[in-house]
């Protein structure tokens, strides 16, 4: 780490710890000593160049990726030392960026929320009113629930994807690229919905985008990774006014209106 990170949210709990996270996939060294925190209710934002590691990040707090060092931990609970059970995978929610493949297509919308409430009794009847409730929270109707998600546009499966990460009631969502797949008025729709729902729910969050200005609309802190290694740390407004890392000031520099940053290659 250098001096640039400021650490964030000191004084509240800490949901997401990730201490001197090392990971390589053979001789490529992907991850180097990440280290940072994502405290409750805020959303962190990750941006950074393709191949700078941050859906390697998102896979290794998901339990996808095995580190080769350092330690994840969430509500204090080591996850690099802990047996993922259905429980603990349960406890962190991905919203994967292709909202065309991310839902199963065999079950209906209310079944794949009903599965998400309650795997033990993914029964739609029992769960009507939950169901309902958790499409409402995405500005969908109740009567969706009975549709398949081929019948839905990008934006509107996005949102469903929210509501399916919503009904597990995780410690943190994960939101890698939600956005990247759709065209710009439907980005602005589904970032409106997250941005709700942070609110109202108190979400914790790891938002994962290349896009700088997604980033600025939706986060309360901002981590850049620069060839797997977290170069700068900050509040949002600090990061974007006050860029401490040459790095950082370089990406900002690349895209004076705060839009998609250029990508390595
Ligand atoms: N399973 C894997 N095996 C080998 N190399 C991998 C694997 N997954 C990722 N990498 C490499 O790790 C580096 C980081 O990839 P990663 O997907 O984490 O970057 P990223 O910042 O999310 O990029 P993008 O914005 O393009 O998704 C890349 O060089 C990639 O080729």
Do not use: W
Request: proline share 5%.
């Amino acid at each position: 780490m250098t001096d640039a990170i400021q650490k964030a949210g000191a004084g509240t709990t800490t949901v997401l710890e990730v201490q001197d996270l090392d990971v390589a996939f053979g001789k490529h060294h992907v991850l180097k000593e990440v280290s940072l925190t994502v405290p409750q209710g805020r959303t962190l934002g990750l941006v950074g160049e393709s191949g700078s590691g941050k859906s390697t990040l998102a896979k290794a707090i998901v339990g996808l990726v095995k580190p080769a060092g350092g330690r994840i931990l969430l509500d204090g609970v080591d996850l690099t030392h802990t047996k993922r059970t259905v429980a603990v995978r349960r406890r962190v929610q991905m919203i994967p960026q292709d909202p065309y493949s991310s839902l199963n297509p065999r079950m209906t919308i209310g079944e794949t929320l009903a599965e998400a409430l309650d795997p033990r009794r993914a029964s739609v009847k029992a769960h009507r009113t939950e169901i309902e409730a958790l499409l409402n929270r995405v500005a969908l109707d109740g009567e969706v629930a009975a549709r398949h998600p081929q019948e839905f546009s990008g934006g509107q499966r996005q949102r469903i994807a929210v509501a399916r990460a919503l009904a597990v009631r995780p410690a943190l969502i994960i939101a890698d690229e939600v956005t990247s797949a759709l065209d710009t008025s439907v980005q602005a729709e589904v970032l409106g919905v997250l941005r709700e729902l942070r609110r109202e729910l108190d979400l914790t969050m790891l938002f994962i985008s290349h896009d700088l200005a997604v980033v600025r609309h939706v986060c309360d802190e901002v981590a850049v990774l620069k060839d797997g290694e977290l170069v700068e740390l900050a509040a949002r407004d600090a990061l974007f006014g006050e860029p401490r890392h040459p790095y950082t000031r370089l990406l900002l520099d690349s895209v004076p209106d705060g839009g998609p940053l250029r990508t390595a290659g």
